[in-house]
């Protein structure tokens, strides 16, 4: 490690109504006693003490300032730590920071604050993946799970796991140290129930991490459906704004539009595509392209009807191809009015609907009915998980495959176990996987781990 | 006065295990040698059980044979009976242990060491030892006798400072009636060692015609006998049988009623005893829910009538000693004829030791055995061995040999003694081990022959006889492949019978012999070809085909454990001065001085988090 002081600024760029810039190493608080004048030198002041004053470039003034100081080694680095809160203007953060430079801070590297505050023993691994999560995180319920982790939710999960494994690993060590003792026995079908239970526990960790994804990066939503069956009124109703142009007029959407909304805590990314239909025009071909290569990576389709549509074979193919992610939505429930045919119309896609699993509500987008019905149907389809309960959400791809790895040699001990194998033969699978949870939870180390880890940080955490 | 007697390039002291191996190892490899004991009627003694090999032992010894000792050899000569321990279980944890005839073991060993060209022994105490200026060193007997050596291997056992406790009487002494070394202590406490109690113990020895053995379990030797020795030619034969009996209610009552007699709970005794080899009264205490304690009856040879009582070790009064045996199944008239006692001797903290097992800071000078903090004959020969050995590669200006715990138990064994150090007795076990499948019994020569031959240990008709039958077994499992069996009634038949599913298609008797309910001896009906094999070679074939996908695997797992045990640190000389280090670990680090980053990480106090430290200051150090 280095002996210099690093400078960054911690909260995002330009954005904000402050700013905060971090400065960490054995000389911060000299360096920021070098920009700042308050009352008092930051060098006088105790550990976690605040000071109001100013900061300078030389002799100009450059903004108002809350001086924030933490000494050695109760800092989130473990060093000397001093963190400037200015207004937030880009200007003024560029000429502190140019200042703190010019005074003998140096500009961090990416991650450094968190490589550094991990090298002084202050995070471990995961909880230093965590602060990676919790900085792309886009939503409130993201942060949540990603401080659930930083508080070692993972590592206590794991380690419930790992207990039982190593309880089976002690029997068979006691099994092999004592030949002539017939109270250490190998009991198979203890084994078999431990080993399909630790199967279980990392078959949900696993299908966790897919969740953890979607929480990550959002939900990429398509909307489809026939023209003028009001994917836009939905889309807007969602979203809660105009965002597309909602006419009576087939064929006016022939872009997908994306908006953003949050909604039970995770971010839905919402396009509305150009109507999926046979068409001449060539702006609108186009736009059907796009909309089928769209509906092909989505995390989620809704398909969208109008009451009292009939569902042609075009419809019936696409959901049927991609019913694990789609929810049918019936639109425009307040045509129903209109007569008893076109109840009856719907009441036979609804059969097809319920013949094939297909998940389905019905909703009025144009007078806002039915959607908390739908969030909930989606929720189900998607297998979301409840943010708010305890469950733990595997946040890395890094630890992801650490658990598919264990996941892999405690199905091969299964098997063998059946098979009647020799204990001290599949004793070497359930060693190996032991070594990867402990892998998972950082308390195995490899040279990859570490780089890994570190690599994908940003600058100023 | 002191006079001068001559210069050595080797000098052991002590006659046990660990300093007969040491001894004929530094002989053996040409060095002049000299190996002084106390008495030289206890050359070899067994003052414990009179057995050699265990789970975990039997590897040690056979690991021994392999790189050229003499333990395994000695156990052929002088076996009363031979068992492979956990025969039902995986060939992973097959060990072998056999009876040994105790007083004709010594005889053998003193014999063999007598005959040995460059080895004098001694019967003498060495009482001081001391640094001479050009590094070698001198030590002086209790007569004054001076010997100058280059290498000294100090394999004291539980003579230094040994003291003997018998319930409320004790006195200062070592092993079966011996006197105590009591003076080299201060001289080594001068060379910096620094030395600690610990506590050891054995049975009584018991009159066979006082026992009645009618409602006794028996437990014979094997009918298919593997001896220890890969060189040894004619079989043991089992002479004798062993007996199992337990304690009861009636026994743990009365421990229970004395136990504030025994020194260890009265405080008597400040050394630590062995975990895993406790005394009855410590089994009774620490395990209260368990009814009964097994016990098995030894024959301590064959022109004697003593038995051992293994299981027994206590260090309670002779009166309640008897009191107590007397209340079990089968001994109610048991007549004592040496008392159970518990030894407490002077031993180093091996955390001193590097994986040579040379002294740190004290160049020449090695240590082995229960110096070592060690318990057992096996673990105290497998150490006095490679002290031996590398004592004379030392004297002649050579590399050190070091073992590793991917090829060997005895790699296991030190690397866990000078890495980890030991809190109480070390005692090999094969839980000790992460690699059990791969350092099995059965392969020891294949792991360490060539280390043997290579020091200049093992002779080469010992090492051409290994590579000849290493060949005859890859030849045979190669031939194996070739054998394609058809389906046919008769195997299906066979197949049915032993609950596997018959053949389709044909398959070749490499792959049958696979599946879980069949093996190498099952199929011999159906291999024409298959060539008369020795049935050691024959257990080999069998366990290396039956387990090749986990050997793989484990060996994968060796792979790539070796790359961390090949990151280098022992350049970094203070820790202090690599940032990030937690406290805890600096201090462990600087006294251990790890090799590599794998041993690092064995360290106790040092986590992952120093450990990912020190990798970050290992790739900051290239860039």
């Known amino acids: 490690m280095d002996n210099t002081t690093i400078a960054a600024i911690s909260t995002p760029l330009g954005s904000g109504g402050i700013a905060v810039i971090r400065i960490s190493g054995e000389k911060a608080i000299d360096i920021a006693d070098k920009v700042f004048k308050g009352k008092k030198k930051l060098k006088e002041l105790k550990g976690y003490t605040a000071q ?81 999560e919790i900085i792309s995180a886009k939503n409130e319920r993201a942060l949540t799970v990603a401080e ?47 080993c399909e239970n630790i199967k279980n526990e990392l078959t949900r960790l696993i299908n966790s991490f897919n969740n953890g994804k979607l929480l990550k990066n959002g939900i990429n939503t398509v909307i489809v459906g026939k023209p003028n069956v009001g994917k836009s009124t939905l889309m807007n109703m969602l979203s809660k704004e105009d965002l597309s142009i909602v006419t009576s007029i087939p064929g006016t959407t022939r872009d997908v539009v994306e908006t953003t909304i949050n909604l039970n805590g995770y971010t839905f990314n919402i396009s509305d595509t150009a109507g999926i239909r046979e068409t001449e025009n060539e702006v609108e071909k186009i736009g059907v392209e796009r909309a089928l290569k769209r509906v092909k990576n989505a995390d989620l389709l809704l398909m969208l009807f109008e009451t009292g549509e009939i569902l042609t074979q075009e419809d019936a193919t696409l959901l049927l191809k991609y019913k694990e992610k789609t929810v049918a939505v019936i639109n425009k429930t307040d045509l129903e009015k209109n007569g008893k045919n076109i109840i009856e119309k719907t009441e036979k896609t609804e059969e097809f609907f319920k013949k094939n699993n297909v998940p389905y509500v019905k909703i009025s987008a144009k007078e806002n009915i039915g959607e908390e019905e739908l969030i909930s149907v989606i929720t189900k389809t998607l297998k979301l998980i409840d943010t708010d309960s305890s469950e733990v959400i595997l946040g890395s791809f890094r630890q992801k495959t650490a658990a598919e790895n264990a996941l892999n040699l405690i199905e091969n001990a299964i ?38 880890v570190f690599k994908d940080f940003c600058v100023g955490k | 006065m002191d006079f001068f007697v001559d210069n050595y390039d080797v000098a052991v002291i002590g ?10 190892a530094s002989a053996r490899m040409g060095c002049k040698t000299i190996c002084f004991t106390i008495n030289l009627d206890w050359v070899g003694n067994m003052p414990c059980n009179p057995s050699i090999g ?37 060939a992973a944890v097959h060990s072998l242990r056999a009876q040994i005839d105790r007083r004709n073991y010594s005889t053998d060993m003193k014999h063999v060491m007598e005959t040995t060209p460059n080895l004098s ?59 105590a070394a009591t003076k080299l202590s201060k001289d080594l406490k001068a060379l910096n060692i620094p030395l600690r109690r610990f506590k050891t113990g054995t049975p009584a020895r018991v009159l066979k015609r006082s026992i009645d053995f009618t409602d006794m379990e028996v437990q014979e030797g094997d009918e298919n006998i ?98 107590f045996y007397h209340t079990i199944k089968g001994l109610e008239n048991v007549e004592i004829m040496r008392t159970a006692y518990a030894i407490e001797y002077d031993c180093i903290d091996p955390l001193y030791l590097n994986k040579t097992l040379e002294i740190k800071n004290n160049e020449g000078l090695f240590g082995a055995g229960q110096f070592n903090g060690s318990s057992g004959y096996e673990e105290a020969a497998a150490q006095g061995l490679i002290a031996g050995i590398n004592a004379a590669l030392k004297a002649k200006g050579k590399e050190l040999l070091t073992l590793s715990r991917e090829d060997s138990y005895i790699g296991t064994l030190i690397d866990d003694l000078c890495t980890k150090g030991c809190t109480d007795p070390y005692r090999m076990m094969t839980s000790r081990s992460e690699y059990r499948l791969v350092l099995r019994q059965d392969n020891a020569d294949e792991r360490l022959c060539d280390t043997g031959f290579k020091v200049g240990l093992l002779p080469k008709e010992d090492y051409e006889e290994y590579l000849k039958r290493k060949e005859i077994k890859e030849k ?105 280090l937690r406290l805890e670990a600096v201090e462990k680090l600087n006294k251990i001085n790890p090799q590599s980053i794998g041993q690092a990480s064995r360290i106790s106090g040092v986590s992952p988090a120093d450990i990912s430290v020190l990798l970050i200051y290992l790739q900051s150090k290239k860039q």
């Open chain 2, 54 to 90: 265990g789970t975990a032992k039997g590897h040690l010894v056979r690991e021994i044979d392999a790189l050229g000792g003499e333990m395994a050899k000695a156990a052929d000569r002088n076996t009363l009976q031979i068992r492979m321990l956990n025969r039902g279980k995986g």
């Open chain 1, 52 to 132: 109001f004053g100013h900061v300078y470039n030389k002799d100009i003034l450059l903004d108002e300032c809350v001086a924030t100081v933490f000494t050695a080694p109760h800092s989130f680095t473990g060093e000397n730590v001093a963190e400037l809160s200015l207004h937030g203007g880009e200007y003024v953060v560029k000429k502190v920071l140019e200042t703190l430079y010019k005074k003998g801070a140096v500009p961090a590297k990416a991650g450094e604050f968190s490589y550094r505050a991990f090298i002084n023993g202050k995070i471990d691994l995961t909880e230093a993946e965590s602060i990676m």
């Open chain 2, 121 to 179: 022994i001694k019967q003498g105490e060495i009482v001081s030892i001391k640094r001479e200026k050009d590094g070698t060193y001198n030590v002086a007997t209790a007569l004054g006798a001076l010997y100058n050596a280059k290498c000294v291997v100090i394999a004291t056992g539980t003579f230094l400072k040994g003291k003997i406790f018998v319930g409320e009487v004790n006195y200062e002494g070592g092993p079966d009636g011996t006197f």
């Open chain 2, 476 to 580: 045979e499992i190669e031939r194996l492949k070739t054998v394609i069996l058809a389906p046919d009634k008769k195997l299906n038949d066979l197949l049915e019978s032993l609950g596997t599913a018959p053949l389709n298609t044909g398959i070749t008797m490499h792959e049958l012999i696979k599946r879980p309910q069949l093996d190498y001896y099952k199929l011999k009906d159906f291999d024409k070809n298959r060539p008369e094999l020795s049935f050691e070679l024959t257990e080999k074939i069998n366990t290396e085909i039956k387990y090749e996908g986990y050997i793989k695997r484990q060996k994968a797992q060796i792979a790539e454990a070796k790359r961390l045990e090949k990151k280098d640190i022992s350049f970094i000389k203070n820790y202090s001065e690599i940032k990030g």
């Open chain 2, 226 to 323: 593997i001896p220890f020795s890969y060189r040894t030619k004619e079989k043991p034969k089992n002479k004798v049988v062993c007996f199992i009996t337990y304690t009861n209610a009636k026994t743990k009552k009365v421990i229970l009623e004395n136990i504030n007699r025994s020194p260890l709970y009265s405080g008597l005794i400040e050394g630590v005893g062995p975990r895993y080899c406790p005394s009855i009264e410590d089994k009774i205490v620490r395990f209260k829910d368990k009814e009964r304690h097994q016990l098995f009856i030894e024959p301590c040879g064959e022109n004697t009538e003593e038995m051992y009582l293994q299981g027994m070790s206590s260090s309670l009064p002779e009166e309640v000693q008897t009191k």
């Open chain 1, 148 to 194: 659930r982790n930083k508080q070692g939710a993972i590592t206590k999960k794991i380690n419930t796991i790992k207990n039982d494994l190593l309880g089976l690993i002690a029997k068979i060590s006691v099994w092999c140290d004592y030949p002539d003792d017939e109270s250490m026995e190998i009991d198979e079908s203890e084994f078999l129930s431990v």
């Open chain 2, 15 to 24: 006659a046990g295990h660990a300093g007969i191996e040491a001894s004929l």
């Open chain 1, 415 to 452: 098997g063998a176990i059946k098979e009647n194998t020799p204990a001290d033969a599949y004793g070497v699978l359930l060693d190996e996987a032991l070594a990867y949870l402990l892998e998972l939870t950082g308390e195995r180390v490899t040279n990859e781990v570490a780089d890994r």
